[in-house]
Nanobody, 126 residues
Framework: QVQLVESGGGLVQAGGSLRLSCAASGGTLSSYVMGWFRQTPGKEREFVAAISRSGGRTYYTDSVKGRFTVSRDNAKTTVYLQMNSLKPEDTAVYYC???????????????????WGQGTQVTVSS
């Protein structure tokens, strides 16, 4: 029901920064918990970050803690992933995901998100 479109990917030098955006349409953004995942060829889709409906809680995979920040602007129906101190191992296709099912915790599994964007490529050169 909600449509998600990622943008902001590109090529960046190691140590640089990039901000990804996920624009949502077809629903009220505050109704959804939002997540970011990434996938490299040959590997499973990996959880990166999640943010609660109000933006009050966040959850990150250990490898990005201290470097990435997820935020949301429900009025603009947009979720962001600010990526700093990028490393070559951050290279992947990044996906935005949404789910409306109420949980007391922030989901970090692909099966816990119903709606997905098409992905945006992030390439970090060394």
């Amino acid at each position: 029901q909600v449509q998600l479109v990622e943008s902001g990917g590109g090529l960046v030098q190691a140590g640089g920064s990039l901000r990804l955006s996920c624009a949502a349409s077809g629903g009220t953004l505050s109704s959804y918990v939002m997540g970011w995942f990434r996938q490299t060829p040959g590997k499973e889709r990996e959880f990166v970050a999640a943010i609660s409906r109000s933006g009050g809680r966040t959850y990150y995979t250990d490898s990005v803690k201290g470097r990435f920040t997820v935020s949301r602007d429900n009025a603009k129906t947009t979720v962001y992933l600010q990526m700093n101190s990028l490393k070559p191992e951050d290279t992947a296709v990044y996906y935005c995901a949404a789910d409306s099912f109420y949980r007391s915790y922030l989901p970090g599994r692909t099966s816990e998100y119903r709606y997905w964007g098409q992905g945006t490529q992030v390439t970090v050169s060394s």
